[in-house]
């Protein structure tokens, strides 16, 4: 069974420049995270999706950060403009419904300079 | 909101030597806790967990522990090879949401 795809892997910015991550989750997951996790610390909620509804986005920076799942499968999320603080790893995972094991995907590294 | 403190930061211990990570949560409807390791470049992976009508769960090398009374869970590793050395997290989800709260990390190194 393939797992959580994401890309780019890495990404290297500018500040006040944009940037779009794309997951794909696994196959048959109706719940789609995105998750921010900072260099030394535990990955952090951003949103999270049912099928292409947003359940839960209440730590995500709605004046730059946006993220959409307009089929209810693959998602991105973006940002846009980058801030110096955003550097990070960018995580997705996925999950059946309801409470199940969540996957992650390998993340996507971004470094804002 | 759930919030959750893993202790400690880093450990290292010696090839074949025991490991143990300890959590605490604060929300007690909190009621499913994975364990996740996480190697360098790499997204977090599952290794063991536990839900709130479990005390104990095994798996090889690996146990978890549940006390929900005193609100914490805690991660055995038993002889410890220079392959667990990784960072691991330990988070808790339920209280009506799905989304999980994590720890801040454990870097574990095995000594040779």
């Known amino acids: 069974e393939a797992g959580v795809a994401q890309s780019p892997r890495y990404k290297i910015i500018e500040k006040r420049q944009s940037v779009a991550f794309w997951c794909n989750p696994i196959s048959g997951h109706a719940t789609l995270y995105w998750y921010q996790q900072i260099l030394g610390q535990g990955p952090k909620l951003l949103i999270q999706f049912q099928n292409n509804g947003v359940v839960d986005d209440s730590q995500l920076p709605k004046d730059r950060f946006s993220a959409e799942r307009l089929k209810g499968v693959d998602s991105t999320l973006k940002i846009q403009p980058a801030k110096l603080e955003d550097s990070a790893v960018y995580l997705c995972?996925?999950?059946?419904?309801?409470?199940?094991?969540?996957?992650f995907g390998e993340g996507s590294w971004l470094t804002v300079v | 909101g759930e919030n959750v403190e893993q202790h400690p930061s880093t450990l290292s211990v010696q090839e074949g030597d025991s490991a143990v990570i300890k959590c605490t949560y604060s929300d007690s409807a909190s009621n499913y806790f994975p364990w996740y390791k996480q190697e360098l470049g790499k997204g977090p992976q599952l290794i063991i967990d536990i839900r709130s009508n479990v005390g104990e769960k095994k798996d090889q090398r690996i146990a978890v522990t549940l006390n929900k009374t005193a609100k914490h869970f805690s991660l055995h590793i038993t002889e410890t090879q220079p392959e667990d050395s990784a960072v691991y997290f330990c988070?808790?989800?339920?209280?009506?949401?799905?989304?999980?709260?994590f720890g801040k990390g454990m870097k574990l190194t095995v000594n040779p």
């Open positions: 995972a996925s999950s059946l419904t309801g409470p199940n094991t969540i996957y």
């Open positions: 988070a808790a989800q339920g209280g009506g949401s799905e989304k999980l709260v």
